[in-house]
């Protein structure tokens, strides 16, 4: 007999990232702000004004590259609307991208920093997932045509799996608020339209895909196991 979890279910551990202060650089450059979260879309180096991330909440994972040379880089998003980029070196912000709404899930990096297919993927509350170039931090426009990104109409809370078979073909699988569970090419950021699955609540754990399943958990208190290629649910699932 199957058992009804109680509680909303989130396979990810959120990590605070709570060391000592990044200090923002100060090279001003196009597209950067003086204060507050910015502007939607918008990329550059920091602020010419000194500052900290101190006033940005932040509950999600960090990704780190330190094995690129010459990379030694962090990407961490914030709940002031804003993914920042980090030398893990001296804890200087080097770049930054503002979305629509708080940054409550973590940073994907696909393959080394400098391969030629090199994304870095984040969703966001505002309803989209992103795709950034991760050193410049710019949409993937000509990629993921015609916008950099993949609009839900939903929040974003859920941190995406990437299933990478080959390096032409990998996959993103995430929730969204609205209880679907989304998969898209990870190369071009079209919606795969033979999969579909629907919870009867937000979507905000992280999925995981083993042996041809996708395991996660929703806020409907049931966690659930779908066919990675149509999103039918296994049997006996959920539990």
Do not use: H
Not at 4 to 33: C, E, M, N, R, W
Not at 79 to 103: I, K, L
Request: glycine content about 12%; hydrophobic content about 35%; some cysteine.
């Amino acid at each position: 007999m199957s058992r009804k979890l109680s509680t909303a279910i989130v396979f990810a551990i959120a990590v605070v990232f709570a060391a000592a202060p990044v200090v923002l650089a100060q090279t001003p450059g196009a597209g950067s702000t003086t204060s507050g979260p910015m502007a939607p879309g918008a990329t550059g180096t920091p602020s010419s004004q000194m500052g900290t991330m101190g006033t940005d909440t932040i509950n999600a994972t960090v990704a780190v590259d330190e094995w690129t040379p010459a990379v030694n880089s962090a990407w961490i998003g914030s709940e002031g609307n804003t993914v920042y980029v980090v030398n893990t070196g001296s804890g200087t912000v080097t770049n930054e991208f503002g979305t629509g709404g708080a940054v409550k899930s973590s940073p994907i990096l696909s393959f080394g920093v400098r391969a030629t297919d090199s994304n870095l993927y984040i969703g966001s509350t505002d309803g989209k997932m992103y795709c950034l170039n991760p050193i410049s931090m710019a949409l993937q426009t000509a990629s993921w045509t015609p916008n950099g990104y993949y609009d839900t109409g939903s929040a974003i809370q859920s941190t995406a799996y990437l299933e990478i078979i080959d390096s032409s073909n990998y996959f993103l699988y995430f929730g969204a608020d609205n209880g679907s569970l989304y998969k898209l090419n990870a190369k071009t950021g079209a919606l795969i339209g033979a999969f579909s699955f629907t919870a009867k609540g937000p979507i905000r754990s992280s999925p995981l895909v083993y042996k041809g399943y996708v395991y996660f958990g929703s806020d409907d208190g049931n966690c659930y196991c779908v066919d990675k290629t149509t999103g039918a649910a296994r049997s006996g699932w959920p539990v």
